[in-house]
């Protein structure tokens, strides 16, 4: 398997490292609700078909990659750098700064 | 010359006489020659023994699909089980033996087994050996008593203990185009792709490139075809953006259009060159790839099939055109498809006699009929070949008129006198690769033969590949593939190479089977014949899989290569549908046996590497035995002679409490912090405050995971506002910095902070001890090292011997201790230099059992007790737990299971019978060797305290906290260790930690 | 000052080895420069980074991922968004650079000791190369002066191609022996030079 | 249906075999059943078995959407063992082996359980005090369990390298010797042809395309051959639990799908007489009675219900295969192969009631499904006809994650891929 890493090109699948569901939400850090940090930490949606997922290219730039694979063909729809991609809740929570 | 060998033709050198060994005698062949055309030639018929009956076997096709004609290559002690002969190129020297056979391969005790023929038909070992349910012998221990006679008749070569000698390799490479089968369809496809400029390589089994090329006798361009392609190939070879590899063999695609190659570099020489591996393991990326694969020829199922000179006419074929042998004296051959007439010409050709052919079909075209003329050999349309006699070698054949529609037989039978029989039952394209890259073949009822799915990977196919039946076919086909490939837009009018071949009716009748009286084998390795077919049809595995599984059909080392249709066919007969509606098995990687060795590649003999830090060769001199910690080397004891392990960290554990010892630390792993967010980080991802850290000092940290769970611990340093130097445990240094750099990339992108691993930057070595101070105010320059200067948990920068190193003062024994840091590249040279100063005080260098046994002293956890699955508090880090923010896993560490007094927490145990404690024994209220007890914990560390004066260990023991001062058992019935302990707290020696502070 | 101590140790044996018999394929060596150094900027200071590396050490570094340049003992390339790897054959670097980068630009972080430096040129440089790392070593893929970081199982490394036929790879110093040593053993079939 | 034995070999050889019948009927579905077991692979064979025998519920079907057992069933490397370092496994992967042992007489089908010991090595003190822990533990939990020293081992399994190069050498191993391996695909067919002489039906072919519900009770399927009623309905469907789960409405559960290759080498005469572990690495080798190396590694370690591998993984393997056994370099590799393993969050099973009324759930096998089999069903039984777990499968529920009572054989954490 090929990802194509957005920094450093197509690499092969040896050089990196899976880091998992990407459809996961965080939790606020603050937050004591117990069922949603269950969900985050423990549950999965473990989609047969288009799946968001986190790899790191840690024997390259080790930038954290948002990668889109589809886990019945393994064919990848989209890369791109989780720093800019990570799920939307991410993205809301950083407009309060920091927590 | 040898009585099979033809005066002239193929491509072997006639000149160029090779001595090579069978079975202890000796042969000898010609350049060019395969192991199994050389013993052809010398007139041999008896290859091997069969898996299960152990009948005689000769050979069967011409190449990796051959099931029957399997040996083992010697070197010396070294062992190559499982060869066919057929991928044997001779070289002098050679040794080959037979295999599967006691106590010889003419006279096999094993070949009793073909007269309990019905009694051990598929899947009979499912049904007995089961035993009495009673005595002694019940349970498994009957299976077992049969199962070892059972190993001994199975397999088939004997693998070697030795160890291989040779050398493997690993290549990368990348292309445009990747060619697989150098064939006229392939050769063509690479030229084509080449030709302007793109990267091609061109990968090919055989020894030299061409394919059926080599022995088909078309004419190309005026020229022979043999001639034709290797004038191609030389072509090729000269471009610079082409590679060639013959001799290798494309096995697996993967995703991603990565495909894995095996190069026989020097299989075929007696001595390979200096540094030549044996195989090569290619991983080839390539942007499009081209399949021209070829196909199999399929066998036809009729009695006796198997007899030693019952070829696959292609096979046939072949060894005449290319190698100049003529399989038999007396030949005729058996099809229900034309190209067995075109492969009767040649033979003619060659030289040999052909008898008749015989072919299912009521009528054949007129290009048939003529190549028969040519051959002379009778045509016998309408018959079928009802039964092959001979013992090791075939002496005839039974002729009956056959019904191709019903398969009825009828009418007298005709025998005809032959050594040889060459069958052809059609052709199966080597659809393999393209199922691989996923994709299901489909059925073409006129070619009766699976052909290439639709691509779901870049590849294209051509030739015989995608059932392509002429020559001529294949090269338009290739062409027109390598432009697709390498995106040259096809003008219509490159030229194209003229071909004069006979015009062949491309369809074979679909007729694989001849039901007549007597074993009839589809799956020739593993002894599978129709009947066991038919067989697993009635006792319902009628699932291509369940058939497979049932009968092992297609499980041997030719992977069903001839098999899998005839079976397929048989089983779709028996169940009243068409071989499509009953389904093909899927593809897998390997596409034909690969090596062990040559996948391991280079890392044979160097799994891993070693990883030592910068004073590793000083500990070796000084004698330490060396202790593999992960990757690392590091130093476990300094033993003097006559010195056991307890003595010698007993020597060394004291040295440090009483004057100074030296560690080296530089295994720790450090992690650049930097950044004006990295304080903020920090508070984040350890469970206790670091941005109240004045710049100069350092703390203790602890972090756990998201789960709440305990993770890893260490000191951090602040060096400067924005600029922290993390310290992780040894084990955990990746782990830590892949956690840190998740959390930067993925969950608070927005802070400022960068994590750099320094690990390799910097050497380490603690100082300990009561007098470690003194030895650094005696070697350090340019800063004060007394209270004031350097407080606990301080941190100075100076020099020692000219070079910078930066001073912490800090303790993992409990005693006063510094650990110093210095570039990695000085370390050397400033741990001589601490040793020297250390001289006056008698310092003594110590290891990993001494540092342990400081450490259980004073109760620090490492990762025996991080072990994944306690808790901050069940380890009484609990005040580490900081209230005042939230940070990674304080969400989750405080449910219902984490909290529970039932939990495993951490103690200080006493040996009360004087005798060490073993690690990994278990604790139990009470119990002993006979009465085991309950287990209510186990050891994690242990050793003899000398501090103490007795043997103790940490350990981890349901509500610990409650049974400090109680007794218990420590029970290691493994190792027979039984005996009272008393669980006291962790905390063993100086538990106000005075002597640190002071 | 003081000189490092090489990690190679007793493997490093100056010579020619394997077969020679066509030459001498690849010629292996630790160059040992003064400073090695990573700089990195935060997302959006990459030009001001790139500016105050330039004014430092004179190198312009070409836009782009892995883009590097090398010259006189020099060198500089992109290891990772952001990031860059530095080099001089004079000391001190990162202390120069600190002058020049403010914590609001990015950070600076110094791995003389922590890298180790193998040059290994020669006409069957990439050839040798391609036997242990995934990479396109041809010089369309990886053109002069640019950089890529890659790894071979352990061992994490960054190359920089500083000639038509020559990379520089930056190891991890603990792991620099055993590397050296699988890559002489894989210059065996072209025959290697190491000084 | 007649008994297998050497008695009737004999007769049917001299009837030509042709009066042997199907070893499971192929029956068309009945409108409803008491129980209904989604999923035709080994642990829904095991699991109709049990209730059959154990709790004489009969009425029940099996429902495979393709051909029995063509799951991990008939896609691992056959071992056996009952290892394990928590009680919470050990004592249920005991009650397995207990079972395994006299399963061919239970069945009357040759499964081949061949107790030729599992034996994994340790190549540091520090891990081989870490396989004194687990084999006191199995001491202490009834089980057997002992440790070799490296000359031991040596002669054990002549072999081996026990230096492994000189890079991890041995310094000693703990070995179950009545662990060991069987024959899988027998193991399907033996349970199917148990069940089925019990009454229960096998309907193969029949894939569920639906829950049907009563409020949010499930009171049976929807499929490909019709609506099927039950009392009670049971998930056997390891790899593809997530997807059946979604048909009733649970879209999330603590499983992630992975892939895990498995090998096996051409045919060699007797070898190695036990099944060994690389404690420096990750791999575990066999031998079968066949003569083919069976061995595999670690998944490949990330989502996929695609049942095909990746290169890495597969050189990692011979790597460490070639490490252990220098003189196999030159023996073969045959063929490869993948199956889906539902990987649990501790690397546990999940045998439970629920988690919706009338639904019963078995999954998480992550890579110890084959040797569960008798025991997954046998608990999975109970579980289903008593409507609570048994003590063997009491701590594997579904809720252990919300309330932190973790059964985490390696301490990893909620990273499925390291399980």
């Known amino acids: ?99 | 010359m040898s009585p099979r060998r033809s005066s002239a033709g193929g491509r072997v050198d006639r000149t160029r006489t090779i001595r090579f060994t069978f079975d202890g005698r000796s042969f000898t062949g010609h350049a060019g020659d395969t192991l199994a055309s050389a013993l052809l030639a010398n007139g041999m018929t008896l290859f091997g023994r069969s898996f299960k009956y152990h009948r005689p076997r000769g050979v069967m096709t011409a190449g990796i699909d051959e099931p029957n004609a399997l040996v083992t290559l010697l070197k010396g002690d070294i062992r190559e089980p499982n060869i066919p002969v057929t991928e044997i190129e001779i070289y002098d020297g050679l040794n080959a033996v037979s295999q599967n056979r006691s106590p010889s391969l003419a006279f096999d005790v094993g070949a009793i087994n073909q007269y309990a023929g019905k009694l051990i038909s598929a899947g009979f070992y499912y049904k007995t050996f089961m035993g009495p349910v009673i005595g002694p012998l019940k349970g498994t221990r009957f299976w077992m008593f049969c199962e070892r006679f059972i190993r001994r008749a199975a397999g088939l070569g004997h693998a070697g203990t030795t160890a291989d000698t040779a050398r493997y390799e690993r290549m990368n490479a990348f292309c445009d185009v990747l060619v697989v089968g150098g064939g006229p369809a392939g050769l063509m496809a690479a030229k084509a792709a080449a030709s302007d400029g793109a990267r091609v390589i061109v990968a090919d089994l055989e020894a030299a490139f061409g394919g059926t090329a080599k022995w088909s006798g078309d004419v190309i361009d005026g020229k022979p075809a043999s001639e034709w392609a290797a004038e191609l190939a030389d072509e090729l070879a000269g471009m610079e953006n082409v590679r060639l590899l013959p001799r290798t063999t494309v096995w697996g695609y993967y995703d991603g259009n990565t495909l894995a190659a095996l190069e026989r570099v020097s299989d075929h020489k007696a001595n390979p060159e200096s540094g030549e591996p044996r195989h090569r393991h290619w991983t080839i990326r390539a942007k499009t790839v081209v399949l021209a694969t070829g196909g199999f020829e399929r066998p036809l199922i009729f009695p006796g099939n198997d007899i030693p000179g019952v070829m696959l006419a292609g096979a046939v074929e072949r060894f005449a055109g290319e190698y100049g042998v003529l399989p038999g004296e007396r030949i005729a051959l058996f099809t229900n498809n034309d190209s067995a007439y075109a492969a009767a010409a040649n033979l003619k050709r060659a030289g040999a006699m052909v008898v008749a052919i015989i072919d299912v079909r009521p009528e054949i075209s007129a290009a048939a009929r003529e190549l028969a003329s040519k051959a002379g050999a009778e045509v016998r349309l309408g018959q079928a070949v009802v039964a092959a006699e001979g013992g090791k070698a075939l002496t005839g054949v039974k002729v009956r008129n056959f019904e191709a529609a019903t398969g009825m037989i009828s009418g007298d039978p005709a025998s005809l006198a032959v050594d040889c029989l060459a069958v052809s039952g059609g052709w199966s394209p080597a659809v393999h690769l393209a199922s691989q890259a996923g994709g299901k073949p489909e059925w073409d009822e006129a070619l009766q033969a699976f052909l290439p799915p639709k691509p779901t990977q870049k590849w294209i196919g051509a030739g015989a590949f995608t059932g392509a039946a002429t020559t001529a076919s294949a090269i338009a086909d290739g062409q027109r593939a390598g432009l697709k490939a390498a995106g040259i837009l096809a003008q219509g009018k490159e030229k194209l190479p003229s071909v004069s071949e006979p015009a062949l009716d491309p369809s074979p009748a679909p007729v694989l089977e001849v039901r007549a009286h007597g074993k009839a084998f589809v799956d020739f390795q593993h002894d599978v014949t129709a009947d066991d077919v038919r067989l697993a049809h009635q006792e319902g595995f009628i699932s291509v899989e369940h058939l497979k599984r049932y009968t092992t059909l297609g499980m041997a080392t030719d992977q069903g290569k001839t098999s899998n249709v005839p079976g397929l066919a048989i089983m779709a007969d028996a169940r009243g549908l068409s071989i499509p509606q009953v389904g093909t098995t899927r593809f897998r990687p390997p596409f034909s046996a690969v090596s062990l060795g040559s996948v391991a590649g280079e890392r044979v003999g160097h799994i891993r590497p070693d990883r030592l830090t910068p004073m590793h060769d000083w500990h070796v001199e000084q004698g330490a035995r060396m202790y593999a910690a992960g990757l690392w080397y590091r130093p476990m004891i300094y033993g003097a002679p006559g010195e056991t392990v307890e003595q010698a960290y007993v020597r060394e554990a004291k040295a440090v409490r009483e004057s100074v010892g030296i560690v080296d630390v530089s295994t720790l792993g450090k992690i650049a912090v930097q950044g004006p967010d990295a304080a903020e980080f920090l508070d984040r991802v350890y469970t206790n405050l670091f941005s109240t850290l004045p710049v100069g000092k350092a703390r203790y940290g602890l972090m756990l995971r998201e789960d709440g769970l305990a993770m890893d611990d260490g000191t951090t340093w602040r060096l400067g506002e924005n600029d922290f130097l993390m310290t992780t445990t040894t084990a955990n240094a990746g782990k830590v910095m892949q956690h840190l750099e998740y959390f930067l990339d993925v969950v608070w992108p927005e802070l400022k902070v960068h994590v750099t691993s320094v690990s390799d930057q910097w050497a380490g070595a603690a100082v300990a001890g009561p007098k470690s101070r003194d030895v650094l105010a005696a070697c350090v320059t340019g800063t004060k090292v007394d209270n004031e200067t350097l407080p606990f948990m301080g941190i100075v920068h100076g020099e020692i011997d000219g070079v910078p190193v930066m001073i912490c003062r800090l303790s993992f024994s409990g005693e006063m201790a510094f650990e110093v840091y210095c570039g990695a590249g000085y370390g050397l040279q400033v741990w001589e230099a601490l040793i020297e100063a250390g001289k006056p005080f008698n310092i003594v260098p110590y290891g990993l059992e001494a540092l342990g046994t400081l450490r259980i002293e004073k109760g620090h956890v490492t990762g025996a007790e991080i072990d994944g699955r306690t808790t901050a508090r069940d380890l009484h880090l609990g005040w580490l737990l900081s209230k005042k923010k939230p940070f990674i896993g304080s969400a989750m560490m405080d449910r219902e299971g984490f909290v529970a007094p039932t939990r495993l927490q951490l103690v200080g145990l006493v040996s009360l019978d004087g005798r060490p404690l073993t690690g990994g024994a278990h604790i139990v209220e009470n119990g002993s060797a006979e009465q085991l007890g309950q287990s209510i914990g186990h050891i994690t560390a242990t050793c003899y305290s000398p501090a103490l004066g007795k043997y103790i260990g940490l350990a981890l023991v349901r509500d610990g906290k409650s049974r400090h001062g109680k007794r218990a058992v420590i029970s290691d019935p493994l190792r027979d260790r039984f005996g009272p302990v008393e669980i006291v707290n962790h905390i063993f020696f100086d538990p106000d930690g005075s002597r640190m502070h002071g | 000052m003081v000189e490092q101590l090489s990690p190679l140790g007793p493997v490093w044996k100056p010579g020619s080895y394997g077969n020679l018999s066509r030459g001498v394929g690849v010629t292996i060596s630790e160059i040992r420069p003064g400073s090695i150094v990573e700089a990195a900027a935060w997302h959006g200071s990459e030009k001001k980074l790139i500016a105050a590396i330039a004014k430092v050490t004179g190198l312009k570094l070409p836009d782009g991922a892995g883009g590097g340049v090398f010259k006189n003992g020099k060198g500089a390339f992109g290891i990772a968004p952001t990031r860059f790897l530095l080099v001089d054959q004079a000391e001190g670097l990162a202390e120069r650079l600190l002058t020049v980068v403010p914590v609001d630009m990015g950070s600076v972080v110094d791995l003389s000791h922590g890298r180790t430096a193998i040059r290994i040129s020669g006409p069957k440089a990439e050839w040798v190369l391609s036997k242990f790392f995934a990479i396109d070593f041809s010089e369309t893929a990886f053109p002069l002066g640019s950089g890529k970081a890659t790894v071979y199982h352990d061992f994490f490394t960054q190359i920089q191609r500083t000639a038509p036929q020559a990379f520089d790879l930056y190891v991890f110093r603990s792991f620099a022996r055993s590397f050296w040593q699988l890559l002489c053993h894989g210059a065996e079939d072209v025959g290697y030079e190491v000084f | 249906m007649a008994e297998y034995s050497a008695f009737a070999l004999l007769r049917n050889a001299l009837h030509g075999n042709r009066e042997w019948k199907p070893a499971w009927r192929k029956p068309d579905p009945k409108p409803s059943y008491d129980v209904i077991i989604i999923g035709g692979g080994g642990h829904g064979l095991s699991t109709a078995y049990y209730l059959a025998k154990e709790h004489g519920i009969t009425n029940v079907a099996v429902l495979e959407r393709g051909w029995l057992g063509q799951g991990n069933i008939g896609r691992n490397t056959t071992m056996i063992r009952s290892n394990y370092l928590l009680p919470e496994n050990s004592h249920f992967y005991e009650h397995s082996v207990k079972l395994w042992e006299n399963l061919s007489h239970d069945l009357n089908y040759n499964v081949m359980f061949s107790q030729r010991g599992v034996l994994n090595l340790a190549h540091t003190p520090a891990q081989l005090d870490d396989f004194a822990r687990r084999g006191n533990s199995m001491r202490h939990c009834g089980i057997d369990a002992e440790l070799m020293t490296p000359d031991e081992i040596k002669r054990f399994i002549p072999a081996l390298d026990i230096s492994v190069g000189g890079r991890f050498p041995v310094v000693g191993g703990l070995i179950q010797k009545r662990a060991g391996t069987a024959r899988h695909d027998a193991v399907a067919w033996g349970f199917a042809r148990g069940a089925d002489r019990r009454g229960v039906d096998i309907i193969e072919n029949c894939e569920v395309t639906g829950f049907l519900r009563d409020g949010d009770r499930i009171v049976g399927v929807t499929t490909t051959r019709g609506e099927i009623r039950a009392k009670k309905t049971a998930v056997a469907v390891a790899g593809n639990t997530g997807a059946v789960m979604k048909l009733a409405g649970i879209d999330r559960l603590p499983i992630e799908t992975h892939v895990l290759q498995a090998f096996v080498s051409e045919g060699l005469k007797p070898f190695m007489d036990s099944v060994v572990t690389f404690g420096a690495g990750h791999l575990y080798v066999t031998q079968s009675d066949k003569g083919g190396m069976v061995f595999g590694g670690d998944i490949d370690g990330y989502n996929t219900y695609a049942q095909r591998g990746n290169l890495p993984i597969v050189e990692e393997v011979m790597a460490e295969m070639v490490a252990l056994f220098p003189g196999l370099s030159r023996v073969r590799l045959l063929r490869s192969w993948g199956g889906l393993m539902d990987m649990s969050m501790d690397g546990t099973p999940i045998i439970t009631t629920g988690p919706l009324p009338g639904m019963y759930l078995n999954c998480g096998w992550c890579y110890g499904g084959f040797k569960a089999t008798p025991a997954s069903g046998w608990c999975f039984a109970y579980t289903i006809a008593q409507d609570r777990p048994h003590k063997f499968n009491a701590a594997m529920t579904l809720d252990r994650f919300k309330r932190g009572f973790i059964v985490d054989e390696k301490g990893q954490g909620a990273t499925p891929r390291l399980h």
């Open chain 1, 1 to 99: 398997m090929l990802i194509t890493c957005p920094y450093c090109g197509p690499r092969d699948l040896s050089e990196y490292t899976y880091q998992g569901d990407a459809n996961r939400v965080r939790p606020d850090p603050a937050s004591t609700d117990q069922a949603a940090w269950n969900d985050y930490v423990y549950d999965r949606i473990n989609t047969a078909g288009e799946h968001r997922e986190f790899w790191q290219h840690s024997g390259g730039c080790r930038a954290h990659l948002l990668v889109t694979r589809n886990t019945l063909t393994h064919a990848i729809s989209f890369v791109g750098f989780a720093r800019e991609h990570g799920e939307p809740k991410h993205l809301e929570r950083r407009k309060g700064g920091k927590a």
